[in-house]
């Protein structure tokens, strides 16, 4: 089993930063792609940006350009900085991971969320 837990959210006004962290620990083999989502109020959930094992990145067209998303693979763990921020910003932000075992299985894991508010 695997687990992941977020923190780095928080109140922040408009045009403010925040950093979001994402460690998974337990029964890790091989963690493939990562990746943030997000769900507002009244919203589905929706992918903010993902990251490959090799690095490559992936961003919703509405935060290219202010939001940042890497991972430290020695650490097991997923950041995403988050610059500029507005208020449609706000939403509980989801981290999730493919993780593929050492019997070739595999299963995606979510965090529990974070919240963010963007709000003057």
């Known amino acids: 089993q695997l687990q992941l837990v977020e923190s780095g959210g928080g109140l922040v006004q408009p045009g403010g930063s925040l950093r979001l962290s994402c460690a998974a620990s337990?029964?890790?083999?091989?963690?493939?792609?990562m990746g943030w989502y997000r769900q507002a109020p009244g919203k589905q959930r929706e992918p903010v940006a993902t990251?490959?094992?090799?690095?490559?990145?992936n961003y919703a067209d509405s935060v290219k350009g202010r939001f940042t998303i890497s991972r430290d693979n020695a650490k097991n763990t997923l950041y995403l900085q988050m610059n500029s921020l507005k208020f449609e910003d706000t939403a509980v932000y989801y981290c999730?991971?493919?993780?593929?075992?050492?019997?070739?299985?595999?299963?995606?894991?979510w965090g529990q969320g974070t919240q963010v508010t963007v709000s003057s």
């Open positions: 999730n991971l493919l993780h593929v075992g050492l019997d070739s299985s595999r299963d995606i894991y």
């Open positions: 337990g029964s890790i083999f091989k963690i493939y792609a």
């Open positions: 990251i490959t094992s090799g690095g490559s990145t």
